[in-house]
């Protein structure tokens, strides 16, 4: 299996370039933001509690969300693999993640990460607003999702980078979505030669 974790701070593109890089090597995307989201708009129990924590812009606990998505690792629904988009975003789901994954004989195979200036992330994040009225970008919940990243989510790429599984290649994503599509394209192929 195929286990790719497409990482990066809010607002570098994740989203767009999962789609099409799930579609292209035939993996499950899995998103936990969006599916938190759905949770939320659904009015669930779970939804209930991560709203307030969502629009805010901090994280949801590190044990809900391995919760969520050990139920989800379960079933790749037939494809070749796994994209990760959006998680692990703290060391401890990091360690989390590969202890879930060495029990079943897996591991991470490849971490992209996309670098994108911060300047840019907070005009992409307040465009967005505007665009699809995300509850969470708004100018001080954005300034405490990149603060949070800066803190929490940063230092899974430490983490990985001391994993010897796991290749990790990262992008430069202050480019047009097609240019950084290419380069993600480029960067898997580099890995994964029969992998298209
Ligand atoms: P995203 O769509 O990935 O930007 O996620 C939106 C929000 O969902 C985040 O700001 C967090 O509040 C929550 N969230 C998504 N994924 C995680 C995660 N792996 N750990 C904790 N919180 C998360």
Redesign the pocket.
């Known amino acids: 299996m195929l286990i790719v974790i497409l990482f990066g701070p809010?607002g570098s593109g994740?989203?767009t370039q999962a789609d099409y890089i799930a579609k292209r090597y035939d993996l499950q995307h899995v998103?936990?933001?969006?599916m938190?989201?759905a949770e939320a708009d659904r009015g669930t129990a779970l939804g209930n509690e991560?709203a307030p924590?969502?629009a805010?812009?901090?994280?949801?606990?590190?044990d809900l969300?391995v919760r969520v998505?050990e139920s989800r690792l379960g079933d790749v629904g037939g494809h070749r693999g796994i994209l990760l988009?959006?998680?692990?975003?703290?060391v401890a789901?990091a360690a989390a993640l590969d202890a879930m994954l060495e029990r079943v004989g897996e591991h991470v195979d490849l971490l992209i990460c996309l670098d994108v200036p911060e300047d840019k992330l907070t005009e992409r994040l307040l465009g967005r607003a505007r665009e699809e009225g995300r509850a969470?970008d708004n100018l001080e919940t954005i300034q405490n999702?990149l603060d949070?990243y800066q803190r929490d989510t940063a230092p899974v790429l430490d983490h990985y980078r001391a994993n010897s599984y796991t290749a990790i290649e990262v992008i430069d994503g202050d480019a047009p979505i097609l240019d950084v599509s290419g380069r993600i394209r480029d960067a898997v192929d580099r890995h994964y030669r029969d992998a298209a």
């Open positions: 809010p994740k989203g998103s936990t933001g969006d938190l989201r991560v924590i969502m805010a812009g901090n994280l949801v606990p590190d969300i998505i988009d959006g998680f692990p975003r703290t789901q969470d999702r949070v």
